[in-house]
């Protein structure tokens, strides 16, 4: 299909179903919490930039995982990834897919009190931007069908990661939600036989380990030599 033939029909499918408001898919996020005791943001204010955003945080809930947040129409759409990221493409990591973040939370460092929902510790492990990684002339469009259709692809250029994943979704585990596989697919930036997770254990933005960040320290400075 000519270009400019796949570019209108690209902004005839965006003109015939809108993108979601902010508004309404953080009604769950906002159900769950009780901003009087917690610091984690109410969202809705941030504006979109640019560039999307991305951020993985390690939260040592009831059990520690890590959350994997892409923005996408004015949200974090986000996963809670058990076992963290992997560099090597072999390896397939379980993605169960949670409620919509606001774009506020990529900012978010510290503890959530215990009993409130999420209790425990959370570092931000990377950040970055991301870009779609798939074909379709939209790269708008592109993460949306991706996203629908449970065949996500995208570029991250973080701290920590870097280079073309994949989420494919497998299987719904309840209305609305979903389990899906983090895949890095094979490129300059794979690392096979390699464990990212277990070789960076402090904050891309303070430093701090989770103990640190736990016992309220502020921010530490870390010397590069051995």
């Not at 592109?142 to 250029?157: H, I, P, S």
């Amino acid at each position: 299909m000519p270009k400019k033939a796949a570019r209108s029909r690209a902004r005839s499918a965006k003109a015939a179903n809108p993108a979601p408001r902010p508004e309404g898919q953080l009604a769950e996020y906002r159900r769950k919490r009780d901003f009087t005791r917690t610091a984690e943001p109410r969202g809705g204010s941030a504006a979109s930039k640019q560039k999307l955003a991305f951020v993985i945080q390690k939260h040592a809930a009831r059990n520690l995982h890590y959350d994997l947040r892409l923005e996408l129409d004015g949200v974090m759409k986000s996963w809670a990834v058990p076992k963290g990221p992997s560099l090597d493409p072999a390896v397939k990591r379980l993605a169960m897919e949670v409620e919509d973040h606001p774009i506020e939370y990529n900012k978010f460092e510290g503890t959530i009190p215990q009993g409130e929902y999420g209790g425990g510790t959370v570092m931000l492990w990377d950040r970055g931007t991301y870009g779609y990684g798939g074909s379709d002339p939209d790269p708008m469009e592109g993460l949306r069908r991706g996203y629908a259709k449970g065949d996500l692809k995208f570029v991250l250029n973080g701290k920590r990661l870097k280079g073309s994943w994949v989420l494919v979704r497998m299987r719904r585990d309840r209305p609305g939600k979903a389990q899906w596989l983090l895949i890095k697919h094979r490129d300059e930036h794979a690392v096979p036989d390699s464990d990212v997770a277990a070789d960076n254990q402090t904050s891309v933005a303070t430093g701090r380990s989770m103990e640190e960040i736990g016992a309220g320290r502020s921010r530490v400075w870390r010397s590069n030599r051995p």
